[in-house]
């Protein structure tokens, strides 16, 4: 290969490098998720969801934040689902969290 084809792939590779690095540091991070919704709910960064009774109803926490409160009443449930619930129910993925409160809820 001669020098100036070689001169040619160098100068290319180092801007392509530099373009990518560019976009990489002005990026903005990525949002994370809206989980008001348990039907867009994903997991992120190991985060998970917590099922637990709030107000007498069935809520669903991301840390110590509410994300979605449910019009189930804990106290018309079985007495097992409202043992689970006072433990809380920690969840990990939008569909497991979407199946919980289908059979809680419903």
Do not use: N
Not at 37 to 56: N, S
Not at 74 to 89: E, M, N, S, W
């Amino acid at each position: 290969m001669d020098t100036h084809l070689k001169r040619i792939l160098a100068v290319t590779a180092a801007i392509l490098a530099l373009y990518l690095l560019l976009i990489s540091t002005i990026a903005p991070p990525a949002k994370a998720p809206d989980v008001g919704d348990p039907g867009t709910a994903q997991e992120a960064d190991g985060g998970a969801w917590l099922i637990r009774e709030d107000g007498g109803e069935v809520a669903v926490f991301r840390g110590s934040e509410p994300v979605l409160h449910t019009d189930t009443r804990v106290a018309d449930l079985p007495k097992a689902d409202r043992v689970r619930l006072t433990q809380g129910i920690t969840v990990y993925s939008d569909k497991e969290l979407k199946r919980i409160l289908e059979d809680l809820c419903s």
